[in-house]
Structures are given as structure tokens and as C-alpha cells.
């Protein structure tokens, strides 16, 4: 079983809103991402997660906040959000063994988000 | 920085038809993952592939390594519409969790 899970499908906010997306692997995986990808783009990188502690922001605005509350879960808090944030959210999760050479990343199905 | 330049950047072709797409950087990679993605929904992994050289078939589809671990292919057989999709190419760093994307292959295949 290589799934990631996502919630929710689809999400519109205002740009005084709070939400959060949520992210879920039981794979046993101990690296978990989170990226951001545009219409006919590739993912842009924003967090990873490595054995539950942050690894790697690729400079993030703070309106984004994310959360590993234990290896299988990832959480990204939103506030304050402006209209160009809106894009298709991804989250994956790879196995981050340190024997292994290569570290596949499976992908989650997304979250579509639109802020208004 | 590590650039991996992924072409043709759009592709549509006739039912049936074969086709190649290439990845090419000045770097080496440790693995070299290729990815199908539909509107709207995360990015499917199709393979990885390690060993400089090494091919691997899935069905119609055909992936190739570099010897020197630096470029790598994608040639679909006898395309069908089910095929339409975005194709990205990702290559990963040794003990590294950072993939390198290329910028995307846009596939339309008309019946």
C-alpha cells in the first residue's frame, strides 16, 4: 500500500480565515513534505519533516504553518492567506531510510485551494 | 544548483503514435523518478530508477537511465488517450530527501 491521504478535495477561504489541511500516511514513513503546485507547473517544495522534527522551509511566508503531530500525520495551518496562494497543495511522505540511496516520494491526491 | 531540463515541454499527438520524453541535466543523480499527473490530483509515481544504464518497461511505457546518471528517457508505444497527462521527472540526491523537478511534460494523445 503506497497511499497518502489528503483533506479536504477542495477548500475556498477568505483572507481573514484560518484553516488546515491535513495529511495522512500509515507506510511507516519518516519523511513527510509538503508542496505547492501551480496549474501546468511542477510541485514547488515548502516544508519536509524528517523523523517528525522540521528539516527543511523553503523560506515560507509564516501565513503558512506547518505541524507533524506524529509520524503518520502532517498538518498545514493557514492564516491570512493572499489570492496568489491559491493552488493545488501536495503532500508526500517517503520511507527516509539511511541505507537506502534513493528516497521515493509517493504524492497525495491534493487539496485544490482557493482564496477569494 | 541542480537543474534538470525536462523537454518537449508540450506534446499532442494521434492514437497510436509513439513518442519520447527527455530529461538532461550537468549533474549527477542517485535516482531518477518519473511521475504522471491528471488535472486536479496528485502526482503518480510511474518508476525509479537507480543503476546508471539500467531500463525498466511498464506496460507501453519504456524508462531509460543514463550511464553517467545525468539524463533519462521516457518512450511511450502506441499512445492511447488514456495516456493524456502531465510527465514530470524528478531526480533525487544521494542520502538526500530534496527531489529536483523538471518542468513538465504536457501530454495530449486524440483519439
Known amino acids: 500500500d503506497t497511499e497518502v491521504t489528503q483533506t479536504p478535495k477542495h477548500l475556498v477561504m477568505g483572507m481573514t480565515n484560518k484553516k488546515s489541511l491535513k495529511c495522512e500516511q500509515h507506510m511507516g514513513h519518516r519523511a513527510m513534505y509538503w508542496y505547492k503546485q501551480k496549474a501546468k507547473k511542477p510541485p514547488e517544495l515548502m516544508f519536509v519533516?524528517?523523523?517528525?522534527?522540521?528539516?527543511i522551509n523553503e523560506s515560507v511566508p509564516s501565513r503558512f504553518s506547518p505541524e507533524c503531530p506524529n509520524s503518520s500525520l502532517l498538518n498545514l495551518h493557514l492564516h491570512a492567506l493572499q489570492p496568489e496562494d491559491s493552488a493545488l497543495y501536495l503532500c508526500?511522505?517517503?520511507?527516509?531510510?539511511?541505507?537506502?540511496?534513493?528516497?521515493?516520494?509517493?504524492f497525495g491526491p491534493g487539496t485544490r485551494l482557493t482564496v477569494l | 544548483t541542480q537543474l534538470l531540463e525536462q523537454s518537449p515541454q508540450f506534446l499532442s499527438i494521434q492514437e497510436g503514435e509513439n513518442l519520447t520524453v527527455y530529461c538532461n541535466s550537468s549533474s549527477v543523480f542517485s535516482s531518477l523518478q518519473w511521475y504522471r499527473q491528471e488535472p486536479g490530483e496528485g502526482p503518480v509515481l510511474l518508476v525509479t530508477v537507480v543503476t546508471g544504464g539500467e531500463v525498466k518497461k511498464l506496460k507501453r511505457l519504456t524508462f531509460q537511465f543514463g550511464d553517467a546518471r545525468k539524463d533519462s528517457s521516457l518512450h511511450i508505444t502506441a499512445a492511447q488517450p488514456g495516456d493524456t497527462g502531465l510527465y514530470l521527472c524528478?531526480?533525487?540526491?544521494?542520502?538526500?530527501?530534496?527531489?529536483?523537478f523538471g518542468a513538465g511534460t504536457i501530454l495530449r494523445v486524440k483519439s
Open positions: 508526500a511522505s517517503s520511507q527516509l531510510h539511511l541505507a537506502v540511496v534513493t528516497d521515493t516520494q509517493y
Open positions: 519533516y524528517s523523523y517528525e522534527k522540521l528539516s
Open positions: 524528478a531526480g533525487g540526491r544521494e542520502y538526500g530527501n530534496k527531489l529536483v
